[in-house]
């Protein structure tokens, strides 16, 4: 899963991708239809003087082809931070003069998904320690069935699964995100770690 910084920006993104082609695109519907005051529909949307300039002038096509590696290169800029995560690998459990304990997070995180997957009710579950500021956290969501007793479950989610993780490492240390969601009625799915 993307961190959400990555998602912000991906939001920005396209946001700022959409306005420019609905733009564009209402430059040419209004151009098209003779309804963009000075020109007609049947003058071409490229201007002669332009074309001119394309053909005579030799810097012309080495400056887009510049563009359009910039352009490139942005484009696999944005693909790579795609694989950027807030996932930490390993959770420090204690770091002193006696020495270092940590365990692999994806490990810590998939236990909590069981325990919580094997709630009555539960249909999937998904576990993650991420970075957080100053320490990392844990995040759970759950999704239950509709006809869940979302009260029981809350309960039993908070004083089993949670204190199973609040016994294993440092509760202050590990502020914990849980999220329940109502799923659809179905079969359960397998848990997995974020």
Same mark, same amino acid.
């Given at each position: ?112 998904? !069981?325990? $919580? @997957? =094997?709630? +009555?009710?539960?249909?999937? &579950? ?5 970075? %957080? #500021?100053?320490?990392? /956290? ?26 199973? !993780?609040? $016994? @294993? =490492?440092? +509760?202050?240390?590990?502020? &914990? ?5 109502? %799923? #659809?009625?179905?079969? /359960? ?6």
């Amino acid at each position: 899963m993307t961190s959400r910084r990555t998602r912000r920006g991906n939001r920005l993104g396209l946001a700022l991708t959409a306005f420019t082609l609905l733009a564009a695109a209402g430059y040419t519907l209004l151009r098209g239809t003779g309804r963009l005051p000075g020109h007609s529909p049947t003058e071409p949307v490229v201007p002669p003087t332009l074309r001119d300039v394309a053909q005579t002038e030799p810097w012309f096509w080495p400056t887009v082809a510049a563009v359009a590696a910039v352009l490139a290169l942005l484009a696999l800029r944005w693909l790579l931070v795609q694989l950027r995560s807030d996932r930490i690998p390993e959770l420090v459990l204690a770091d002193d003069e006696q020495g270092r304990t940590a365990i692999a997070s994806a490990a810590f995180a998939s236990a909590l998904a !069981a325990h $919580a @997957a =094997a709630l +009555p009710s539960v249909t999937r &579950t998904r576990a993650a320690v991420v970075a %957080g #500021r100053p320490d990392p /956290r844990l995040r759970i969501t759950i999704v239950a069935h509709p006809d869940a007793d979302l009260a029981q479950l809350l309960e039993r989610t908070t004083g089993e699964v949670l204190a199973d !993780a609040r $016994a @294993a =490492a440092d +509760p202050a240390a590990l502020p &914990t995100h849980m999220q329940i969601r109502i %799923g #659809r009625r179905g079969r /359960r799915r397998p848990s997995r770690v974020l």
